[in-house]
Structure formats: structure tokens, C-alpha cells
């Protein structure tokens, strides 16, 4: 089952991932939309790391689980992993971002990391009710998939635009991406020896895939004159679309057209209250596009000055608690949502 804990990553990761209109931490809501860099004017540091598994606790599945030159795993050892891995479909994922900021503009690193350990029900089934490695059965398959993409650096510049019906801010951050791939198998004979997998098909030989590109995230604010209540936000990841597409293999061995950074259409209201709370409603992937879409609804309380209770509840992940303290967040979920600038399609 999901069992998902944030230590100092993003406040939305306990307001169900809800923040894309968010002002009350610009510096941390940058990530998530260009264009509140347009309210950073001093030179601030800021920076999110997240960890989230599923099937497994995070600390064994980092353990195991070793990016070394764009693969995720040894090919020599990968077969055993699959097989102390058989019980149900097992994930981790890990993304951050540090970036430094000023005068609405932002420079930063990032990425985010995609591991799934997948057996076939055979032999799920196996594992759950036998579990010696002699007594596999004979149709028992495993894959490893991971994907990497890393942002070397992230360039956003934001500006506010002022009229006299409200306050637009328009913020651009272009994306210098380094793109890994890597698929395993493991047959019956494989799973027993615990050994050596088979690299698959698409990955013609080699450990991994590379691809170097760029894409462009925009992002738009907007605060109506003469109220400072609520903000409304538009941002479109993948705006211009990494050219990352090819031919892969699926669990199953199946052919399909793998195009893991989609455009998507994203959009999001905060209102904020003088009791100190605030309340925002996201509406992600709009149109579907990358088969994501979900509407994302946060609350957050004010305290004192330096400590807020949160949550929140996205509508593909579920419901999601919060605290943040000194600057510092804490957030829990079965699963937690993945930021809008920050996500994988496969």
C-alpha cells in the first residue's frame, strides 16, 4: 500500500498539491509556476526534495534502487531485485529542486526520478503463497522500468504587467533537460538463478537510453485591482514539448509510442482570508491530454506567523495532511501528488 511522508518539500505536497495561484510563500511556489517569480524581488535560495514508494518502504527501495550512469538498477543483479520485489507493483519516485532567485528571475536545477518494479500476476501470485524460487512457474515475468529526467539548469524571468483592471504577471522558464531510460526483464529462469535480466527491445543493446533537449513551461497570475483576496493562475507545462519520443515495450511486451513529457493545460484559484486561512482549488491537465487530469483542493491555517496546519485532497491520489513550521514542511498521504512541473507520463 501507499505510504507516502514529505519532509521539507513543497507546502502544496499537504494541501492536496493545490498552489499553482498560491502568494503566501512565493519563493516556494516558483517551481510550480513561472510566473510568481514576478513577486521575488531580493535574492532568495529556495529549494523542495520529495521521496514518495509504493509497494515498499522508501528507505529499502533507495538502498536497491541506484541511479548510476542513467540506469537504475545492474543488469547482473537485476533479476534477483525483480524477485525480492514479487509481492505487488512496487514505485519510487524522487524530485527536487534548488534554484536561486531574484528580481523575477530564477536559476535552477532539478528533476525528478520514475522507478517502478513490475511482476506479472503469475507471479505476484507466487510470491504470495509459495515463495520458493524452485517452484516458479513457468510463465513468471518481471520488468524493471525507470525513467530520469534532469533539468541542467532551469532558466524562468517573470514580469508583472500592471493596468488599471488588476496585476498580470507572465513568467517563461526554459528547460535544458537530460532525458534516461532503461527497461529490464526477467524471465522464469532468471527469477530462479537471481542473476543477470534481459535488457529490453527499444534499448538495442545498451544498459540505457540518453537524450539531451530543451522544453518551455508558461505560466500567467493574475490579481484583480483593489482586491488582494484572490489570485487566479494558468500554467502550461511543456508549453513548447521536449522532442522525447520513441517506440518501447510495456509490461507485457507490447509495442506503444513512449512521449513521457506531455503538454498539459493547468489551472488554479487561491483565496486568502483575514482569519489566515488560505484555499485553493487546481484544475490539472485540463483536456486530458496526458490522461492526468484531476481537480486538486487545499486548506491551509495560520497559526502564528511561522506555523500552519494543512490539507488537502486531490481527486487521483486522495487526501493529504500537513504542517509547516518555521518555513520548514512536513506532509502526509497515502500517496502524495506530483507538482504540475514535475511530471512523468508512462
Known amino acids: 500500500m501507499w505510504a507516502d511522508v514529505s519532509f521539507g518539500g513543497s507546502p502544496s505536497a499537504g494541501m492536496g498539491g493545490a498552489g499553482l495561484a498560491v502568494l503566501r510563500r512565493p519563493s516556494a511556489q516558483v517551481f510550480q509556476n513561472p510566473a510568481i517569480a514576478a513577486y521575488i524581488a531580493r535574492p532568495r535560495a529556495s529549494g523542495t526534495v520529495d521521496f514518495n514508494s509504493r509497494g515498499a518502504s522508501v528507505r529499502n527501495l533507495l538502498d536497491d534502487l541506484k541511479v548510476r550512469q542513467g540506469s537504475a538498477a545492474d543488469i547482473n543483479t537485476a533479476a534477483g531485485l525483480l524477485r525480492n520485489y514479487a509481492r505487488q507493483d512496487t514505485q519510487l519516485q524522487a524530485l527536487g529542486d534548488l534554484g536561486v532567485i531574484a528580481n523575477g528571475v530564477v536559476v535552477s536545477v532539478g528533476g525528478i526520478v520514475d522507478a517502478r518494479l513490475l511482476p506479472n500476476d503469475a507471479l505476484r501470485n507466487w510470491a504470495r503463497t509459495d515463495g520458493n524460487p524452485l517452484n516458479l512457474p513457468a510463465n513468471a515475468r518481471a520488468d524493471l522500468i525507470a525513467v530520469s529526467v534532469i533539468s541542467l539548469p532551469d532558466i524562468a524571468a517573470a514580469l508583472?504587467?500592471?493596468?488599471?483592471?488588476?496585476?498580470?504577471?507572465?513568467?517563461?522558464?526554459?528547460?535544458?533537460?537530460?532525458?534516461?531510460?532503461?527497461?529490464?526483464?526477467?524471465?522464469?529462469?532468471?527469477?530462479?538463478?537471481?542473476?543477470?535480466?534481459?535488457?529490453?527491445?527499444?534499448?538495442?543493446?545498451?544498459?540505457?537510453?540518453?537524450?539531451?533537449?530543451?522544453?518551455?513551461?508558461?505560466?500567467?497570475?493574475?490579481?484583480?485591482?483593489?482586491?488582494?483576496?484572490?489570485?487566479?493562475?494558468?500554467?502550461?507545462?511543456?508549453f513548447i514539448e521536449p522532442n522525447i519520443r520513441f517506440q518501447a515495450t510495456d509490461r507485457n511486451g507490447q509495442v506503444f509510442n513512449f512521449k513521457p513529457l506531455k503538454r498539459t493545460y493547468n489551472a488554479g484559484v487561491a483565496v486568502e482570508l483575514e482569519t489566515g486561512s488560505l484555499i485553493a482549488v487546481d484544475f490539472v491537465d485540463v483536456g486530458n491530454n496526458a490522461g492526468r487530469g484531476e481537480i486538486r483542493l487545499g486548506y491551509e491555517q495560520r497559526l502564528t506567523r511561522g506555523l500552519a496546519l494543512r490539507t488537502g485532497y486531490a481527486s487521483r491520489t486522495g487526501w493529504t495532511a500537513g504542517l509547516g513550521v518555521g518555513g520548514f514542511n512536513i506532509a502526509y498521504s497515502d500517496q502524495l501528488p506530483i507538482v504540475v512541473s514535475r511530471t512523468l507520463n508512462f
Open 160 to 238: 508583472r504587467l500592471p493596468s488599471e483592471q488588476g496585476d498580470l504577471a507572465v513568467g517563461v522558464r526554459l528547460r535544458n533537460l537530460k532525458f534516461y531510460y532503461t527497461h529490464y526483464t526477467a524471465n522464469q529462469a532468471q527469477l530462479q538463478a537471481g542473476g543477470a535480466a534481459t535488457r529490453a527491445p527499444e534499448l538495442q543493446g545498451r544498459d540505457y537510453l540518453e537524450r539531451s533537449t530543451v522544453g518551455v513551461d508558461l505560466g500567467l497570475l493574475w490579481r484583480p485591482t483593489g482586491d488582494q483576496t484572490y489570485t487566479l493562475a494558468l500554467v502550461v507545462e511543456n
